[in-house]
């Protein structure tokens, strides 16, 4: 019924005079009620069809709960569309320090390119890389050391066999952030068969490890020509063995499919991928929590390129999206982040600011207890009247950021606060500061119900973004199929649904 929630407003004053009709509104109005939305289940299980998913490495303490989550689930699902589509190049924009994309190259065997706008994260991605060498080499250490010892133990059945078969590959196999549960099939051998495959081990040990390779990431090995050992005959040997890996390693790098390359590029709407990637193929896009326009470009791109054939894009930060209506400007050839849809365009819909501010809140943990940051919201926004009437700004380019937590008291809060704003806080005296908070402290049950507002309607307005996303993809003729995909867990990552779309077979 239309009129369901007529009475929210006043319909003179405009002012909200019904909490709780608010509170229902704004629920029947967010993703998970308006039924927009594509089971997660139904996009793998059609994508997949007979095909089981694959199993094996999983994330550990090198990321944190939230990463970890959002890396394990959204993998699985790239992989599924990759393998659907028959591509094994992967581009993921926005890649940070290459969390995502390392996971794709190693657990799914895909050639993945992170690009990212940032030297810092790019170079956070090499220093991962960096790192993977670091383990890998104790790895090899240890792998030997375990072949070592096992073949002198003595062979007992197939049971044993098996149990060293896992503890040599658990040993071999890097985890590097990931942690692998070993697969290995083993079959039933005469003891004849097991006598040939110990004395072999040491000298295969170089092909395996070589074989291994293509679960980590590009540079992430080198391959050494030598190596320290008790025994010198098998130094030689080994030695050779070495040697030839590192010349098999280094004649295969350029043509395996499984590895990952971090960029630096900034990516907008025009950006040539081809420019970027050399061997630029079919490939989809993904982005994991692209923020701003960037996730609106990614869309842009992907209807643009015949040569991406899918993406999956979860965007973030809707409050650094510009806006094309936002302030009236008269500028036809600029590309905006919001709105997308010819349907909103027409319509010259604005969010403004305040809003997509609003839509970047996380009501689901707001739900399960972890509040707001009460204190923090009321300090900057007595901060906000202070340098509205002590030094009459009213809008700046720059920011305060996370003063709060690196502040001791009120007063300390504001000075660091107006020298990142490059205020002069020397007329303004500890006294004076803190009047401004004796006169609002009152208000501060005032300022949490408020922002408790603002989080109830964070669902509707985030729901306004993505559908914009969803109706441009609609708009295009060359997509088979677009939908949203409620991916993560929204308490443990907000930011929670996927764009996801498919182009047509001939395109």
């Known amino acids: 019924d239309d009129d369901t929630f007529s009475n929210v407003f006043c319909e003179n004053s405009k002012k909200l005079i019904n909490v709780h009709l608010f509170a229902l509104a704004a629920k029947y109005y967010s993703l998970s009620d308006l039924g927009v939305c594509t089971p997660l289940e139904d996009v793998l299980e059609a994508l997949r069809g007979d095909n089981q998913g694959t199993t094996g490495i999983k994330t550990d303490e090198f ?42 190259s190693m657990q799914y065997n895909l050639k993945v390119y992170g690009i990212d706008s940032s030297n810092t994260n790019t170079n956070g991605a090499h220093e991962r890389n960096r790192k993977l060498k670091k383990h890998w080499r104790a790895y090899q250490s240890r792998g030997r050391a375990n072949l070592k010892s096992q073949s002198e ?69 080198e391959v050494s020509s030598s190596s320290q050992c008790s025994c010198g005959e098998l130094c030689e040997e080994e030695r050779a063995q070495r040697k030839m890996a590192s010349l098999k390693a280094k004649a295969s790098k350029s043509s395996e499919s499984n590895l990952y390359f971090p960029l630096t590029s900034c990516i907008t709407a025009e950006t040539e991928l081809s420019d970027i990637i050399t061997d630029l193929e079919d490939c989809m896009m993904v982005g994991l929590h692209t923020c701003g326009d960037l996730a609106a470009n990614t869309l842009r791109i992907f209807t643009a390129k015949p040569e991406i054939k899918a993406v999956c894009s979860v965007g973030c930060c809707y409050h650094l999206l510009s ?3 936002e302030n009236q400007e008269d500028c036809p050839e600029e590309v905006w982040g919001f709105p997308m849809c010819q349907y909103l365009k027409d319509k010259g819909w604005c969010c403004g600011r305040n809003a ?77 500061i803190m009047d401004y908070h004796e006169k609002y402290k009152h208000r501060m049950n005032e300022l949490e119900a408020f922002n408790m507002l603002k989080v109830v309607l964070a669902p509707c307005i985030e729901v306004l973004i993505l559908l914009d996303r969803l109706c441009y993809l609609k708009e295009q003729d060359n997509i088979a199929w677009s939908g949203l995909v ?14 996801i779309a498919l182009k047509k077979q001939s395109c």
């Open 153 to 221: 133990k003595p062979l007992n059945n197939d049971s044993s066999l098996q149990s060293q078969d896992q503890v040599t590959i658990q040993d071999l196999v890097p985890s590097c952030g990931f942690t692998e549960v070993a697969t290995s099939e083993t079959s039933k051998q005469t003891e004849v068969d097991l006598v040939t495959r110990t004395q072999s081990d040491e000298s295969k040990l170089s092909e395996e490890i070589l074989a291994i390779l293509n679960v980590l990431p590009a540079d992430a090995v």
């Open 63 to 104: 990321m944190n709960n939230k990463k970890s989550h959002e890396v394990q689930v959204m993998s699985e699902l790239v992989d599924s569309i990759a393998n659907y589509c028959g591509i094994k190049q992967v581009i993921d924009i926005g890649s940070g320090k290459g969390y995502l994309s390392s996971f794709l």
């Open 356 to 432: 997509r501010m609003s839509a970047c809140l996380a009501l689901e943990r707001v739900a399960v207890g972890q509040m707001l940051p009460t204190e923090s919201l009321f300090y900057r926004a007595v901060l906000q009247v202070i340098i509205e009437e002590i030094y009459g700004v009213t809008k700046s380019d720059r920011h305060v950021g996370k003063t709060f937590s690196k502040s001791s008291s009120f007063i300390d809060y504001v000075r660091k606060s107006l020298k990142k704003l490059e205020l002069d806080d020397s007329k303004l005296p500890d006294s004076c």
């Open 323 to 325: 806006e094309q209506f």
């Open 486 to 499: 409620k991916l993560f867990d929204p308490v443990k990552s907000p930011r929670c649904y996927a764009v």
